[in-house]
């Protein structure tokens, strides 16, 4: 590579400069409803551990490594996941890994957890980049230097590879009809209020569960007759077993007593896949093809890597991309899509040098966690080469959490890791993806940390993508591909203007 990546000159993107105090109650309100990344005040970034005085109680914000790994995985069974968060990530996906608890999760847990394996998540390279393929051609379609939203455009990659990754066929429906609803789910369900902050019970209404309801409804409508055709198809053909994680998790088995999923459990996981996978991980994509637009040298080293590693065996596609995989985790770092995780003390406890009451509220912000002063140097600033595999080892377990840790770790990370990477390293490849003139770029946390405004940029495919075969990769929601249009994009590698 020719350019020293441990040299390159870092710069500082957008974010909120932390107030110098902490912000008033009142003040708080307001500040969380618009924009949650906004109440962090100076101390946050340099304490290892700051209490908090909330209406509901006790609060600690824990920065500390060894106190987040006490909580997380040393204490874990005192410290459950809090009814906030529970409802902001998953209202109504009662029945679903993300917010079931207890005996239930632990089962749901250990069925679930071999669909995710890596050799399992490796074997999805091909789906992932039949998505990747898919929008590709979507963007050749576009008149070259066409401005879209990035960020309404990685929502419908992931959601694809969701669809194609689960479901092998894709969604049999309309992805754009599906992904305006899980706007409307995610914006229903991820307003935190005056009744949260007061700890008002779950059964007293919020605002927008009217919305919830019929979102939901039709969420299990079109899974529903997903899951049925597929087993009627199994019941015509046992032997038509399909590569994907659907079949998977029909056939999944918990290890200790045998038991099948109830159709109940199998509905209510892949929504919350679908839900906690795609959101979180097209805001890993937006930030990283902005972070890249902002950064002449990262931009053409991970050029250089996709142009001479995206060709290869798929199964160790990502192995290669270590450069990708860098600013991918910077990204994380940066702008984690998960910005607060929290957890309510189910006894007393000792954190530091603080005592720790029974429904205490511990909050883990990997925002400010990635930020924090004595933990990071210079940790405002876009730096890739934290990551690389010369310096990784460098970087402290606890003080790096995108995908949280212990045993409610994210199921998803080695797939959503990969998804992007690959998908980082393809686009780039095939488009120069520059920010729009006059576009303006602002963090804001609503549900995850996204790109406020949306991501305007300017798309224009590069000269390696002019020559394209004629074989179709089937499409995902069942719509006829354009005939004009290239059905395959060729020449990775070749030499580009
Ligand atoms: C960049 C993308 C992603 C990020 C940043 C992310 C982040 C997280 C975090 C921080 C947690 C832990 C929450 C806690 O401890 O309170 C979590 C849990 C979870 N994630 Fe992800 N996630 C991503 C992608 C995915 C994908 C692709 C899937 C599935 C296909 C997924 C499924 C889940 C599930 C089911 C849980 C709950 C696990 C449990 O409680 O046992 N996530 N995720």
């Given at each position: 590579?020719?350019?020293?990546?441990?040299?390159v000159?870092?710069f500082r993107?957008?974010?909120?400069?932390?107030p110098?105090?902490r912000?008033?109650?009142i003040?708080?309100?307001r500040?969380l409803?618009r924009n949650p990344?906004?109440?962090w005040s100076?101390?946050f970034?340099?304490?290892k551990?700051a209490?908090?005085?909330l209406?509901?109680g006790?609060a600690?914000v824990?920065?500390?490594?060894?106190a987040?790994?006490h909580v997380l995985?040393?204490?874990a069974?005192?410290?459950r996941k809090?009814?906030i968060?529970?409802?902001?990530?998953?209202a109504?996906?009662?029945?679903?890994l993300?917010?079931?608890?207890?005996?239930?999760w632990d089962?749901?847990?250990?069925?679930?957890a071999p669909?995710f394996?890596?050799?399992?998540?490796r074997?999805?390279?091909?789906?992932?980049?039949?998505?990747v393929?898919?929008?590709?051609?979507r963007?050749?379609?576009?008149?070259?230097?066409s401005?879209?939203?990035v960020?309404?455009e990685m929502t419908?990659l992931?959601?694809?590879v969701?669809?194609?990754?689960?479901?092998?066929?894709?969604?049999?429906?309309d992805?754009?009809?599906?992904?305006g609803?899980m706007?409307?789910y995610?914006?229903a369900?991820g307003?935190?209020?005056?009744?949260?902050l007061?700890?008002?019970p779950?059964?007293?209404p919020?605002p927008?569960?009217?919305k919830l309801?019929a979102?939901?409804g039709?969420f299990q409508?079109?899974i529903?007759a997903?899951?049925?055709?597929?087993?009627?198809?199994c019941r015509?053909n046992?032997?038509d077993?399909?590569?994907?994680l659907?079949?998977?998790l029909?056939?999944a088995?918990?290890?200790?007593?045998g038991r099948?999923?109830?159709?109940?459990e199998?509905?209510?996981n892949?929504?919350?896949?679908?839900?906690?996978g795609?959101e979180t991980?097209?805001?890993?994509?937006?930030?990283?093809?902005?972070?890249?637009?902002?950064s002449?040298a990262w931009r053409?080293?991970?050029?250089?890597?996709?142009?001479?590693?995206?060709?290869?065996?798929?199964?160790?596609l990502?192995?290669?991309l270590t450069?990708?995989?860098?600013?991918v985790?910077e990204?994380?770092?940066l702008?984690?899509?998960?910005?607060?995780?929290s957890?309510?003390?189910q006894?007393?406890?000792?954190l530091?040098?603080?005592?720790?009451k029974a429904?205490?509220?511990?909050v883990?912000s990997p925002y400010?966690?990635h930020?924090?002063?004595?933990?990071?140097?210079?940790?405002?600033l876009?730096d890739?080469s934290?990551?690389?595999?010369?310096?990784r080892r460098t970087i402290?377990r606890?003080a790096?959490?995108?995908?949280?840790?212990?045993?409610?770790?994210?199921?998803g990370?080695?797939f959503?890791?990969?998804e992007?990477?690959?998908?980082?390293?393809?686009?780039?490849?095939?488009?120069?993806?520059a920010?729009?003139a006059g576009?303006?770029v602002?963090p804001?946390m609503?549900v995850?940390?996204?790109?406020?405004?949306?991501?305007?940029?300017?798309?224009t495919?590069?000269?390696?993508?002019e020559?394209?075969?004629r074989?179709?990769?089937?499409?995902?929601?069942?719509?006829?591909?354009p005939a004009a249009?290239?059905r395959?994009?060729?020449g990775?590698?070749t030499?580009r203007?």
């Amino acid at each position: 590579m020719s350019v020293d990546l441990f040299r390159v000159q870092p710069f500082r993107p957008p974010a909120p400069v932390p107030p110098g105090r902490r912000l008033g109650f009142i003040q708080l309100l307001r500040v969380l409803a618009r924009n949650p990344l906004e109440c962090w005040s100076q101390d946050f970034f340099s304490e290892k551990i700051a209490r908090v005085g909330l209406p509901i109680g006790q609060a600690f914000v824990v920065n500390d490594p060894a106190a987040i790994r006490h909580v997380l995985i040393d204490n874990a069974s005192n410290y459950r996941k809090d009814p906030i968060q529970r409802r902001v990530l998953s209202a109504g996906l009662a029945d679903g890994l993300l917010s079931a608890e207890g005996e239930r999760w632990d089962i749901q847990r250990r069925t679930l957890a071999p669909l995710f394996s890596l050799r399992n998540v490796r074997s999805l390279t091909a789906n992932m980049l039949q998505a990747v393929d898919q929008l590709s051609r979507r963007w050749l379609a576009l008149p070259p230097g066409s401005v879209v939203d990035v960020v309404a455009e990685m929502t419908l990659l992931t959601l694809n590879v969701l669809a194609l990754t689960i479901f092998s066929d894709g969604l049999q429906g309309d992805l754009d009809e599906f992904r305006g609803s899980m706007n409307d789910y995610f914006r229903a369900a991820g307003r935190i209020g005056l009744l949260d902050l007061v700890g008002a019970p779950d059964f007293v209404p919020r605002p927008g569960g009217r919305k919830l309801k019929a979102t939901l409804g039709y969420f299990q409508g079109v899974i529903d007759a997903l899951i049925e055709t597929r087993q009627s198809e199994c019941r015509k053909n046992p032997s038509d077993q399909r590569c994907d994680l659907l079949s998977l998790l029909l056939g999944a088995l918990d290890p200790a007593t045998g038991r099948a999923m109830s159709p109940a459990e199998v509905r209510s996981n892949i929504l919350t896949f679908l839900s906690a996978g795609h959101e979180t991980t097209a805001n890993t994509l937006s930030w990283s093809l902005y972070l890249l637009s902002q950064s002449d040298a990262w931009r053409a080293a991970v050029e250089a890597e996709a142009g001479e590693k995206l060709a290869g065996p798929p199964d160790t596609l990502f192995d290669r991309l270590t450069v990708t995989r860098a600013v991918v985790e910077e990204a994380l770092r940066l702008y984690p899509p998960i910005s607060a995780l929290s957890r309510l003390a189910q006894g007393p406890d000792r954190l530091g040098c603080h005592d720790i009451k029974a429904r205490a509220l511990i909050v883990i912000s990997p925002y400010v966690l990635h930020r924090h002063v004595s933990l990071w140097d210079q940790p405002d600033l876009f730096d890739p080469s934290r990551f690389l595999p010369e310096s990784r080892r460098t970087i402290e377990r606890f003080a790096y959490l995108p995908f949280g840790a212990g045993p409610r770790t994210c199921i998803g990370s080695t797939f959503a890791l990969q998804e992007a990477t690959i998908a980082l390293a393809t686009l780039v490849d095939r488009f120069s993806i520059a920010l729009a003139a006059g576009a303006k770029v602002w963090p804001v946390m609503s549900v995850t940390l996204r790109p406020g405004a949306g991501l305007p940029m300017r798309i224009t495919p590069k000269s390696n993508v002019e020559d394209v075969g004629r074989d179709c990769l089937p499409g995902v929601t069942g719509e006829p591909l354009p005939a004009a249009l290239p059905r395959r994009i060729s020449g990775r590698g070749t030499s580009r203007s």
